[in-house]
């Protein structure tokens, strides 16, 4: 099934950042690599549920954001997919092997951290025992996946960033919480696959 791609992306990205993926020559800021994971599992009754996590606030443009577990590679990682599964071990607790990565997703470039993101979209056959990590992770967020499906989760926001003042950006709004930027043009190609086979 071919990926949705940069088009999923894009519905959720504001403006003034498809502009400026538009212009940029990525390459020659030499952006740092990331995975992260899109983590379905069952909950207690055998609902389909996402985790997604807020991180704590800390000097970082990502600061007290919504987003998927993972984070940078680092040198033990054997490829990117490593770099995902690790990162989501690490700061949620759901051990690298209970996880099956299903398939790589479209990547994407975010400005203000210049870093390449690789995500991937990984299942859990129980429902996980989660350990937040204490020092990066302020809360998770568990989504129903009827939730995500839904299209009343979609919103328009105000936001003032570390780098913008009062932009409006396209977002979801899941159990209360407020997702965009780069998370939610993620989740964008996620939810477009997820619409075409279920």
């Known amino acids: ?80 997919e490593a770099t995902a599964l690790r990162e989501t071990e690490e700061e949620i607790g759901v051990s690298r092997k209970r996880i099956t990565v299903v398939r ?19 299942t859990t056959s129980e429902t996980p025992n989660f350990i937040p990590q204490e020092d990066e992770v302020e809360a998770l967020i568990e989504v129903p996946l009827s939730e995500l499906l839904s299209d009343e989760v979609l919103i328009t926001q105000t936001l003032t960033t570390s780098y913008a003042v009062n932009i409006t950006v396209p977002a979801f709004e899941l159990q209360g919480h407020v997702v965009w930027g780069a998370t939610a043009m993620m989740l964008s190609e996620v939810k477009e696959l997820l619409v075409q086979v279920l």
């Open 104 to 122: 790589k997703l479209t990547n994407i470039y975010i400005p203000p951290s210049n870093f390449w993101v690789q995500s991937f979209i990984g």
């Open 1 to 80: 099934m071919p990926l949705p791609g940069k088009e999923a992306q894009f519905k959720m990205a504001p403006m003034e950042r498809i502009k400026e993926l538009k212009k940029a020559d990525i390459e020659k800021q030499n952006p740092r690599q990331a995975g992260v994971m899109a983590l379905f599992y069952p909950n207690k009754k055998g609902e389909t549920y996402m985790i997604l996590m807020l991180r704590r606030t800390y000097k970082g443009v990502h600061s007290n954001q919504v987003g998927f577990p993972g984070g940078k590679v680092e040198d033990e990682d054997e490829n990117i």
